[in-house]
């Protein structure tokens, strides 16, 4: 379990922080949507997390134990996935992913089983020079699972891949859920975090301003109506009806040629723009 504590950050000094009173908790076994435009401040908090800025103020504990005091063994215990790869380009993909498993003093998976997974087998002894944008994003990804982390840190993982390889990432996050990882999860993609998150929080200019599990997030901020589609002569008409109105909707049912009926749930990126006053941009 992953507990972030009141944490601000100030990286001037000034008293302006980039990120203010953060407070969230990440549960093993699930995954924890942190929401976001660019320059809200996910970043910041991820590399607090993650160790790579030190905390000014606040706290961040994994299982009870402070990140300001844990050793050099908790990195066995931590992937990362970061949108701007870090990857060698002058080895292969299979180079990458044995001379990063070898920093490790855990068991680690096979690499060439998870080249499989990301759709890179046939590329693994391929330069990562010749590697397009999407198949170093998809060898980072595999990187970040390759010690079977507790903790697993995920940063736009399916940004810019086609629709078949994001749904096999997608998979694979959920896997890492079923086997009991704390997953971590930045992005700008209300339907990505939708589809994967059991809590999503909404940052926006530094702090939280909303928080809770997407559907809760739908019954508060949604509309409890439903569209009814219906034929009346030649022509196709629509209908809202509020859900709380049984007898209209009753009514409607069984005197109407009904063609469709639509719930109005509203998205994550709708809600995020009533929260926020704000659309929602990358």
Known sequence: MIQV???????????????????????????????????????????????LLPIQ?????????????????????????????????????LENLKYHAALFSVPTVNPMELLERVGLREDANKRVSNYSKGMRQ???????LINKPQYLFLDEPTSGLDPKTAVGIRELILEQKARGAAVFLTTHSMELADALSD????????????MDTPEALKRVYGKREVRVVYREGEEERERAIPLDDKAALSAMLTTADVVKLHSQEATLEEIFLRVTGKELTA
Do not use: W
């Open 199 to 210: 809590t999503v929080a909404f940052l926006y200019g530094g702090v939280i301003a909303a």
């Open 57 to 93: 103020k606040g706290e961040v504990l994994y299982d009870g134990k402070s990140v300001r005091h844990l050793n050099t063994g908790f990195f066995n215990q931590i992937g990362v996935s970061f949108e701007q790869n870090n990857l060698y380009s002058s080895l292969t993909g």
């Open 138 to 144: 998809r060898l980072t990804f595999a990187r970040s």
């Open 5 to 51: 504590n009141q944490v601000f950050h100030d990286y001037e000094g000034k008293g302006k922080c980039a990120v203010s009173d953060i407070t969230f908790s990440v549960e093993s076994g699930s995954i924890f949507g942190f929401l976001g435009p660019s320059g809200a401040g996910k970043s910041t908090i991820q590399n607090i997390m993650t160790g």
